[in-house]
């Protein structure tokens, strides 16, 4: 019998560019796309703001629900269940990754691989928007917000050596001078575009296990092009396609080194004939039981 695949919602869009992002896993739960499928899934938890943590800082609110999701995802890697986390803004890697560390940090680093048009290094002196959803790869490598960079530990949840960016597209000096400084990879798209994404995939993947234990990889749906998944708040023209991400990542879910996984930034307000709720749909199946679309 298959082990089952854990979902967590993130439901939360505080951070982002609209709160419609907190939208996303209530929609993805209920999906007749996905519940279709059949899959060995089994939704563990719905993470969601509480009301009274209104009167509270943006970073304070943020903080309450990345704990909340770092004690979660913490427990299902102690136990060693495969998970994917439904996002919301992309402020659940903090919560997500945190947990990640929290379990495994006493048996070596971990790695990410990020899958995005944007940077999200910004620290609140860099940023231009204010919003905390273009910050949390700072966070995790330990730049920014107190509340955020000490979830669980007060140590930093990643090192750069060990963070891979694949498809930036759209980002501002102050993070791109961060990533540079800490001498961060990232494969921006004219590179993705003339390598082509498995390849560039399968590289990542090999820099990111270098060093570690184990890694995990943070899709933004931003990162795919908005004509094959217009359902996101910060779409980016020339993406990634959306077919050789399925295959890129159908590639490497197999591999015992990859702990977990997350989907992140999908607004159903701004989705067009549903085209991005069945993309994650298909996503989840690739991750849930590794079968060819």
């Known amino acids: 019998m298959q082990h089952p695949l854990y979902l967590i919602g993130y439901a939360s869009g505080i951070a982002g560019a609209s709160c419609h992002t907190g939208e996303g896993p209530l929609v993805i739960q209920k999906s007749p796309f996905l519940l279709n499928m059949n899959l060995p899934l089994q939704w563990k938890k719905i993470i969601q703001p509480l009301q009274q943590q209104s009167l509270l800082r943006d970073d304070e609110m943020i903080r309450q629900v990345c704990l909340e999701l770092a004690h979660e995802v913490a427990e299902l890697v102690r136990y060693k269940q495969r998970f994917s986390i439904m996002g919301g803004d992309h402020t659940s890697a903090i919560g997500t ?52 960079t000490s979830i669980l530990h007060d140590a930093p949840k990643l090192q750069p ?28 798209i004219e590179e993705v575009k003339e390598r082509g994404f498995i390849p560039v995939l399968q590289e990542a993947v090999q820099q990111v296990s270098r060093h570690t234990i184990g890694y995990g990889i943070s899709l933004d749906l931003d990162s795919i092009d908005p004509s094959e998944a217009p359902g996101v708040d910060v779409p980016e023209k020339n993406g990634l396609s959306a077919s050789e991400v399925c295959e890129g990542l159908l590639q490497v879910m197999s591999d015992p080194k990859l702990i977990g996984t997350e989907i992140v930034e999908f607004d159903p307000t701004r989705d067009k004939a549903h085209l991005t709720e069945k993309l994650i749909a298909n996503l989840i199946k690739i991750i849930a039981n590794n079968d060819k679309l």
């Open 97 to 148: 990754w945190s947990g990640v560390y929290d379990t495994l940090h006493d048996q070596g680093n971990i790695g990410l691989v990020w899958i995005d048009a944007h940077m999200d290094s910004h620290t609140p002196e860099t940023t231009e928007s204010g919003h905390i959803h273009g910050m949390p790869l700072a966070s995790l490598m330990g730049y920014g917000y107190g509340t955020l």
């Open 161 to 188: 050596e060990n963070v891979c960016l694949i498809g930036v597209r759209s980002f501002e000096r102050g993070e791109a001078e961060l990533l540079k400084r800490l001498n961060v990879r990232v494969y921006f």
